[in-house]
């Protein structure tokens, strides 16, 4: 009879990590949906700017605001779901599924870094409304340099990974740990938890997270915060290539 029940109990959990895994995709694949959303907003916003229709560029940024607060809700419900389906066990006794949900809930929001890459996006309207009228001056507010930052920068926790030691923004297929959120390239880190003597252990110094395979991958925002990167490290290179070009020209000027 126990054997009979323990069966039940494993057909049970295989079905609720089932279920959770396609909510969590689906999930998922909205919040990359409203990302692409702000970002086409923000270059209507661009134009609109340009014809200076002040009014309809507001409208559409408070329309940010409120995708973005629906984004970080997701991001938090999302997670919940995720971390139920891994860890939900059933027992003998019913499970109180709105007070487990509720408790997954707290615990995302208070780990979680949606907050901050939501006020990265808002920012980035913002600045790409300025500049339509003031390009090159900063934004107000941020006459100081020590606080005009990049929180791309600030939300990606590592800029190499700590196995390969390669830049992310040269790995083949990189990866971030839903629980700490430290990147790895995939091949390196997916060996690295198969050995015994590491016990699974984040890699990175200090990290006291142990990695489960099932919550180290390529989650939406990945891809995008690492072409973010890239394309930031670009465009902070431009201002010493002109630089440099101009110093050519006037040596040239004095040659003549």
Same mark, same amino acid.
């Given at each position: 009879m126990a054997s009979t029940s323990g069966a039940g109990s494993g057909v049970a959990a295989g079905r609720i990590r089932s279920h959770t895994s396609a909510l969590y995709s689906d999930s998922q694949s909205l919040i990359l949906e409203i990302r692409k959303s702000v970002t086409m907003m923000k270059d209507i916003a661009v134009h609109l700017e340009?014809?200076? /229709?002040? &009014?309809? =560029?507001?409208?559409?940024e408070d329309g940010v605001v409120q995708l973005l607060a629906a984004s970080d809700e997701c991001m938090h419900l999302s997670e919940a779901i995720q971390s139920i389906g891994d860890e939900l066990e059933p027992g003998p006794e019913p499970t109180n599924f709105k007070k487990k949900f509720d408790e997954e809930i707290a615990k995302s929001k208070a780990r979680s870094s949606s907050h901050t890459q939501n006020q990265s996006l808002l920012r980035k309207f913002r600045e790409a409304v300025w500049h339509v009228h003031h390009e090159? &001056? @900063?934004?107000?507010?941020? #006459? &100081?340099?020590?606080? =005009?930052?990049?929180?791309? &920068?600030?939300?990606?926790?590592?800029?190499?990974?700590?196995?390969?030691?390669?830049? *992310?923004? #040269?790995?083949? #297929?990189?990866? /971030?740990?839903?629980?700490?959120?430290?990147?790895?390239?995939?091949?390196?880190?997916? +060996?690295?938890?198969?050995?015994?003597?590491? /016990?699974? +252990?984040? @890699?990175?110094?200090?990290? @006291?997270? *142990?990695?489960?395979a099932q919550r180290v991958l390529c989650d939406p925002f990945l891809l995008i915060e690492i072409d973010e990167v890239r394309s930031m490290s670009k465009q902070n290179a431009r201002p010493d290539a002109i630089e440099d070009f101009t110093a050519l020209d006037e040596d040239e000027d004095e040659d003549d």
């Open positions: 340009r014809d200076e /229709r002040t &009014q309809m =560029v507001k409208d559409l090159g &001056q @900063p934004m107000p507010g941020d #006459e &100081q340099e020590d606080i =005009v930052m990049t929180s791309t &920068q600030c939300n990606l926790l590592n800029v190499t990974c700590p196995l390969s030691g390669k830049p *992310i923004t #040269e790995l083949v #297929e990189p990866v /971030r740990s839903m629980d700490c959120k430290h990147i790895y390239d995939k091949k390196a880190i997916m +060996q690295y938890m198969k050995s015994k003597s590491t /016990r699974g +252990q984040c @890699p990175v110094a200090g990290c @006291p997270k *142990i990695l489960k």
